[in-house]
């Protein structure tokens, strides 16, 4: 039949002059320069291209069989991905959206969901600020009620002072970052106040309610907090990229 004789001609065409076949080393190693060129491990991906090459000469006693067609290049928007990655994965959020809308202006108007998870991962960012200060001053406030019990033992009221001033300064600091987090959030709960525009109106709820609690990190919205959210959020935002 047609069918068959088509299948057959196909069988028995000569695959020699296509790209030649990896072995599964040489397929796995294409797959990691994929990966890592496309997710914007600029330095990384160089790093192993250069290592795959000088292995590849060592093995086959200088043919090298490297991997020329996916090392990558200077490549300019590669590097504005990683530099948007790492801002991410630093919790600067403000430089993220700063580079993103210099080097990718459209992505996040026409992806309105990944502007709202940056915004919400920068109150969280601004949240984990919070609770660090206040954990600061806990602190400090602690080892003033020791000394106080001490007191008694000890002349050295210089110390006292110091440690004073230094427990005024936290708590200070600390409120004035729960201040700004709240206002931030306010905003937030006003620029989204339903599912439109890409919001999540439980999700931002959720994240808000930290504000209500002396040690956020602790509460059963705590887990918000937790630096392993900055990855999904520069996983998203590279994927819009792409």
């Known amino acids: 039949t047609e069918k068959h004789a ?3 001609e196909i069988s028995e065409t000569s695959t020699a002059n296509l790209q030649p076949p990896l072995d599964e080393a040489a397929l796995l190693q294409e797959l990691v320069a994929q990966f890592l060129a496309q997710e914007g491990y600029y330095e990384t991906a160089r790093t192993f291209a250069e290592e795959v090459r000088e292995e590849s000469v060592t093995l086959e006693n200088g043919q090298s069989r490297s991997l020329y067609q996916h090392e990558p290049g200077e490549d ?3 590097a504005n ?3 948007i990655r790492a801002a991410i994965l630093e919790g600067d959020i403000d430089k993220a959206l700063k580079y993103t809308n210099a080097y990718f202006p459209k992505v996040l108007q026409d992806n309105p969901h990944i502007l709202f998870k940056l915004r ?3 109150f969280l960012e601004m949240m984990c600020k919070c609770s660090d200060s206040s954990s600061a001053a806990t602190t400090v406030a602690k080892r003033e009620e020791e000394m106080e019990v001490d007191d008694g033992f000890s002349d050295d009221e210089g110390m006292d002072t110091e440690e004073s001033r230094t427990a005024v300064d936290d708590t200070a600091k600390f409120h004035e970052l729960l201040t700004e987090a709240v206002q931030y959030g306010q905003q937030l ?6 599912d439109e525009y890409g919001g999540d109106k439980q999700y931002l709820e959720d994240i808000f ?3 209500a609690y ?11 907090l937790d630096a392993s959210g ?3 959020v520069a996983d998203d935002l590279n994927a819009a990229i792409l």
């Open 214 to 224: 002396p040690d956020p990190r602790s509460s059963v919205h705590g887990h918000h």
């Open 76 to 78: 300019i928007d590669t």
């Open 6 to 8: 088509l299948l057959t």
């Open 120 to 122: 919400c991962r920068k």
């Open 189 to 194: 709960r006003m620029d989204y106040p339903s």
């Open 81 to 83: 991905r990683q530099k």
């Open 209 to 211: 309610s930290l504000v």
């Open 230 to 232: 900055r990855v999904s």
